[in-house]
């Protein structure tokens, strides 16, 4: 089974080995969407996630308080982002994705569930997409900027 958890946020960002205008300090409401996957837990009266891969309101939560709010929202991404060479829609949608089977695969509250996708939108027409192997350069770099793994909130 697959789901789906959309976000928004907003930030600035600036490429420059661009040659036009994005060269420039700007800013963007990105969108993101992280896909995941993972067996439906089963029904049970004791399990609160019965019935779910993982709850969307503990999965929004983590995912706000230890990546939007920390890295990305109303941020510059070319000084937040730790371990970004190049704040490129591609490279940022692999280094969340890094950080998402970093920080969400096998985490307990969270089920069995598994980073399968990042999509960041930086316009309502432009996003990039990256999955499991787009993330590897970025896996190292985000486990050690990121103490290692999950942050305690």
Known sequence: MKICRRFKFEAAHQLPYHDGKCRRLHGHSYRMELMFSGPVQPLQADNPQSGFVADFGRLDRIIRTELIDRYLD??????????????S???????????CMSHLDGRP???AIRSETVRVWETVNAW???DRQDAQPFLSAVAAVTAGGVSET
């Open 89 to 99: 829609a591609e490279l940022l949608s692999a280094w969340i994705m890094a950080w």
């Open 109 to 111: 509250e969270l089920g």
């Open 128 to 130: 990039a997409e990256a």
């Open 74 to 87: 109303h941020y510059a991404l070319d000084e937040s982002v730790p371990g970004l060479p190049y704040s």
